[in-house]
Nanobody, 128 residues
């Protein structure tokens, strides 16, 4: 059974940090590009970051560049999203997703319909 499970969300004060994890079961994560998306209430789902399967290239939304870092541990079949300097506008449900044949990833990584598998999401709330 193919499954992605996110964890690590929670409530944090502005300026704080969280590390999200995306653990895969039923398939080998290192063959897939992995994206992180988020969706705030009343807003569309947006791409946050992505890491390729081939050379480990990473991509970030402008809103999180310099604050978020995506990484992967193939031995643990897990991808991480380290989030620092969190802001209230980062509040959202965060999802990870996997795609095996993304095409030109640098151009399409933020397009949600591209992805084959999705996790159930984890809530991140940034508030004082």
């Amino acid at each position: 059974q193919v499954q992605l499970v996110e964890s690590g969300g929670g409530l944090v004060q502005p300026g704080g940090s969280l590390r999200l994890s995306c653990a895969a079961s039923g398939f080998t994560l290192n063959y897939y590009a992995i994206g992180w998306f988020r969706q705030a209430p009343g807003k569309e789902r947006e791409g946050v970051s992505c890491i390729s399967s081939s050379d480990g290239s990473t991509y970030y939304a402008d809103s999180v560049k310099g604050r978020f870092t995506i990484s992967r541990d193939n031995a643990k079949n897990t991808v991480y999203l380290q989030m620092n300097s969190l802001k209230p506008e980062d509040t959202a449900i965060y999802y990870c997703a996997a795609v095996i044949r993304p095409g030109v990833l640098s151009k399409v990584w933020g397009e949600a319909p591209l992805y084959d598998y999705w996790g159930q999401g984890t809530q991140v709330t940034v508030s004082s």
